[in-house]
């Protein structure tokens, strides 16, 4: 599994200055909530926590699920291990993380035209 530069770490432990803050709710329901620090010049790092709803055990409530980290020149992705393949749940979180990271890019799929002759 990945880890955080001392540098990253050092700023995330001593703040609790956050850039932005929302509740992630799957379903209409609360299941995480997303926090974006400046940690460094060129580091931001975003983090996904697990709420404090029933649904999750009481170790997880409010713990870190996954946290990816843009260098400006890659991303650093912490949380996840380093096996081939990744479960449902990480899956999941990595899913959310990748697309609030990535606010600057729209995506979207074209639907494919009706065919009309055959």
Excluded at 19 to 40: F, P, S, V, W
Excluded at 87 to 108: G, K, N, P, T, W
Aim: hydrophobic fraction near 40%.
């Amino acid at each position: 599994m990945a880890t955080l530069s001392k540098q990253i770490q050092d700023v995330i432990d001593n703040t609790s200055d956050v850039l932005y803050r929302e509740e992630i709710y799957i379903n209409d329901k609360h299941e995480y909530d997303y926090h974006k620090l400046q940690a460094a010049r060129h580091a931001t790092v975003h983090t996904l926590y697990f709420s404090d709803d029933d649904e999750w055990a009481d170790n997880l409530k409010k713990a870190v699920a996954m946290q990816l980290v843009d260098t400006g020149d890659g991303i650093q992705i912490i949380g996840v291990c380093t096996k081939k393949e990744i479960d449902y749940l990480e899956a999941e979180q990595l899913h959310i993380l990748l697309r609030l990271a990535s606010v600057r890019s729209v995506y979207q799929i074209a639907e494919q035209p009706i065919k009309v002759k055959f």
